[in-house]
């Protein structure tokens, strides 16, 4: 394993932890509603996700994270579509610097 992909898991794990903990606090909501039909928010975990799906009446999820970043815990195509959901994932470099408009 290169040592670009170690720094990359070591971030992401890091930042997952921190993210948790600042939710677990109350400092911090998983998810929000931008839009009367948008949500934005951190990954969506396998185990809480059909709760907060029925909720909030999701039907479609975008992904934005990066390939590495889609653990056995979270939300994936196969999960979604299983679940009668649309799925797009578009994959875009994290941590170091917003998007290019080619991401």
């Not at 992401?12 to 039909?37: K, Q, T």
């Not at 934005?64 to 470099?93: D, H, I, M, S, W």
Request: glycine share 4%; with cysteine; charged share 20%.
């Amino acid at each position: 394993m290169e040592i670009t992909h170690l720094v990359k898991e070591f971030v992401f794990y890091s930042s997952l932890a921190y993210g948790l903990v600042l939710n677990h606090l109350g400092l911090r909501p998983w998810y929000s509603r931008i839009e009367p039909n948008l949500i934005v928010g951190g990954l969506p975990f396998i185990h809480s996700w059909d709760a907060i799906a029925s909720r909030e009446n999701i039907s479609h999820v975008v992904s934005l994270v990066e390939t590495f970043e889609v653990k056995p815990f979270v939300l994936n195509r196969e999960a979604a579509e299983a679940r009668g959901l649309r799925y797009l994932a578009l994959p875009v470099c994290d941590f170091i610097a917003s998007p290019s408009i080619d991401q």
